[in-house]
């Protein structure tokens, strides 16, 4: 059964209002055709279909990798992945979403830390070594992520470059949703990355110089003084901040007030 959206009230805040004479595109989702405006995302083309999104997205910006989607085109055998929020929905376009998938997170806090990192990676994640390099985590990544290199850096060893190749990720589970050797990618990257920072950069003095004034309690006062104040005190305090400019220099900039720092 085919239905018409045209007629339809916007469905939610961020609302899409179609130009006087747009024209009008043919998407299915979920096996049912809807009538679009073009120049939709395929977020947009879903709540002007009358899809409601109550919970799990988003970000609507490419960050929160809530909206992974799959969809093919007619005429065309090549599945198709994207983020609904920045992929532009094409006419003849068949789409289902990917709100989320099951992707195996082993225990990061219980590893035993005298291990090397990469010695870390392996018994967490051991089947990162069944990759048999097909590529299609790489082909399937809407960020552009050569995602069977970062697998193939851990596999090595090489635990700064697998952190540094998969830094872009946003969790989307594309990848883990098309890996024929059951790897989770993006959370052996993740746990990659947080052994990188906590275990194999420099300690920034800076930072634990910041972490021991909070926890010694130096910015008490100051938060129990904006929990007292009002709503209205609280915007004006906010409008009339002292802003860093937004071209400054490292160095270059220091706020007139430096009670806080
Ligand atoms: S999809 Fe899986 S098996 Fe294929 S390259 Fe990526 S990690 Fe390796
Ligand atoms: S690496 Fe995987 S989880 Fe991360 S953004 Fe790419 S497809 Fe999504
Ligand atoms: S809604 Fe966050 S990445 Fe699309």
Redesign the pocket.
């Known amino acids: 059964m085919e239905t018409s959206s045209q007629d339809k009230p916007m469905m939610t805040g961020d609302r899409t209002i179609p130009p006087e004479g747009a024209r009008y595109i043919t998407i299915h989702i979920m096996g049912q055709a809807y009538e679009i405006p073009e120049t939709l995302t395929i977020l947009k083309a879903l709540e002007f279909a009358g899809f409601q999104y109550k919970r799990g997205c988003g970000c609507r910006g490419g960050i929160c ?1 809530a909206c ?1 989607t799959f969809y093919r085109k007619e005429g065309d055998h090549t599945l198709h ?1 994207g983020l609904a929020c920045q992929t532009v929905a094409e006419d003849g376009m068949i789409l289902a979403q990917l709100p989320f998938f099951p992707a195996n997170r082993a225990d990061h806090a219980g590893v035993d830390k005298d291990l090397s990192p990469d010695e870390q990676i392996n018994t967490l994640y051991p089947e990162i070594f069944r990759c048999v390099g097909c590529g299609t ?1 790489t082909r ?4 552009d ?1 050569d ?1 069977m290199g ?1 697998i193939a850096h851990f596999k090595r060893g090489d635990v700064a470059r697998g952190a540094e190749t ?1 830094f ?9 949703s098309r890996c024929p050797a059951n790897i989770s ?2 959370n052996v ?1 993740m746990v990659g990355r947080r052994i990188f920072a906590g275990q194999m950069t420099p300690r920034s003095e800076a930072t634990k110089s910041r972490a021991d004034q909070v926890r010694e309690g130096r910015y008490e006062p100051a938060l129990a003084e904006l929990a007292q104040m009002s709503k209205e005190e609280l915007k004006a305090l906010y409008v009339g901040r002292e802003r860093e400019p937004d071209l400054s220099k490292p160095g270059e900039w220091m706020p007139a007030d430096t009670t806080n720092l």
């Open positions: 990798g992974g992945t985590c399937t990544c809407p960020m992520i995602v970062y998969s872009d990720c946003i969790m989307c589970g594309l990848c883990v990618q993006m990257a």
